[in-house]
């Protein structure tokens, strides 16, 4: 398994701004993933991101939004960008060695727009 | 689209009695099958995976699942639960080559 950290861990924003989350892991990970969990439900992928490609976003998911970075095979960040109550959620890191093995979670960035 | 239900929104307890929570799925073909674990203020851990082989698969902390695929489903049990095994269950699916598709998860309560 995989150690992985997120920061911040929490974070209380305003309307309009925009928020980078960093994920870090402690080893070479093929793909990292991007999730959401709002309130009281269940987890959303929002973008697959490999290193030295472009993210692949799911239905409903922007790049303009939620645009995605990986540099390397240990960090990628993801940006809330404009941010608006309905943003409010918890975004998860996690990583697997391919797209249809078990993935390891991070602890989670809990989001929260004013 | 493929999707996942999971039987239970909230399940309640006592110590010592025997737990299932049922999962089903949508999606016909092969799939990889886990079950989440998320404690109160921790990380989703990994409970449990099925692969291929055996489909009764057992995992950490006493737990166990079946798959069943004439049924298309994958339930989670454990014969006697305990106050720490209070947290959210989540069942996913991944298809073979296409992205986890999670439940919506069920809140398990164990009373002392």
């Known amino acids: 398994s995989a150690v992985i950290s997120q920061k911040p861990s929490r974070d209380i924003c305003q309307r309009g701004t925009s928020l980078t989350i960093q994920c870090q892991v402690d080893s070479q990970v093929t793909m990292m993933f991007w999730y959401r969990q709002q309130p009281g439900q269940s987890l959303t992928l929002i973008a697959t991101?490999?290193?030295?490609?472009?993210?692949?976003?799911e239905s409903g998911f922007v790049i303009d939004k939620f645009p995605i970075s990986r540099p390397n095979l240990t960090f990628s960040t993801l940006t809330v960008s404009n941010m608006s109550p309905e943003d409010s959620s918890i975004y998860l890191c996690s990583v697997g060695t391919s797209s249809y093995n078990e993935q390891f979670f991070g602890p989670g960035t809990r989001l929260t727009v004013l | 689209a493929q999707s996942v239900s999971q039987h239970n929104h909230h399940v309640i307890l006592s110590e010592a009695a025997s737990l299932e929570l049922g999962c089903n799925y949508s999606?016909?073909?092969?799939?990889?099958l886990f079950w989440y674990v998320q404690y109160p203020g921790q990380h989703l851990q990994l409970l449990l995976k099925?692969?291929?082989?055996?489909?009764l698969v057992k995992g950490i902390k006493g737990f166990e699942a079946e798959f069943i695929k004439s049924k298309f489903s994958f339930n989670l049990r454990k014969p006697s639960v305990q106050w720490s095994d209070t947290a959210e269950y989540f069942c996913a699916v991944n298809p073979r080559g296409q992205n986890f598709v999670f439940g919506p998860g069920t809140r398990l309560s164990v009373l002392p």
């Open positions: 991101a490999n290193q030295g490609s472009e993210a692949t976003y």
């Open positions: 099925y692969f291929s082989g055996d489909p």
């Open positions: 999606y016909g073909g092969t799939v990889n």
